[in-house]
């Protein structure tokens, strides 16, 4: 992503944005831990640590505007789409604030329900 500004262009990786959002969507109630986006063992999804949260988000530039993905894992006992609907709200306020993003689409893949511990 770049960022024109009068003093030069800025230029964010999207790994960065990856981690933000990642970030943000931990703070959701409900939300145990993303999910890798690759791998599935024996059909349990691999809870991720923080320190690799952009694993369970993708980024895509497409023309008609940034969409993100997440891959979560749910809380036991929540109500899932309304889990879906705190993270989008939140990513989504998250990039616009932190990066001055104008995020599109952000997409949630429930990839498991787990107990929270």
């Known amino acids: 992503m770049h960022i024109a500004t009068e003093l030069g262009t800025i230029h964010v990786a999207d790994e960065v944005i990856a981690s933000l959002a990642g970030s943000a969507a931990l703070d959701c109630y409900g939300l145990v831990g993303m ?5 599935l063992k024996d059909g349990i999804a691999e809870l991720l640590k923080r320190d690799n949260l952009s694993r ?20 036991y006992g929540t109500k899932i789409s309304e889990v879906a609907h705190n993270v989008q709200t939140k990513v989504k306020y998250v990039l616009n604030e932190v990066v001055g993003l104008n995020v599109d689409f952000v997409h949630i893949i429930v990839q498991d329900v787990r107990i929270a511990r």
């Open 56 to 75: 369970g988000v993708e980024v895509r530039t497409e023309p008609d505007g940034v969409h993100i993905e997440l891959h979560i894992i749910v809380s």
């Open 35 to 39: 999910a890798s986006r690759k791998q």
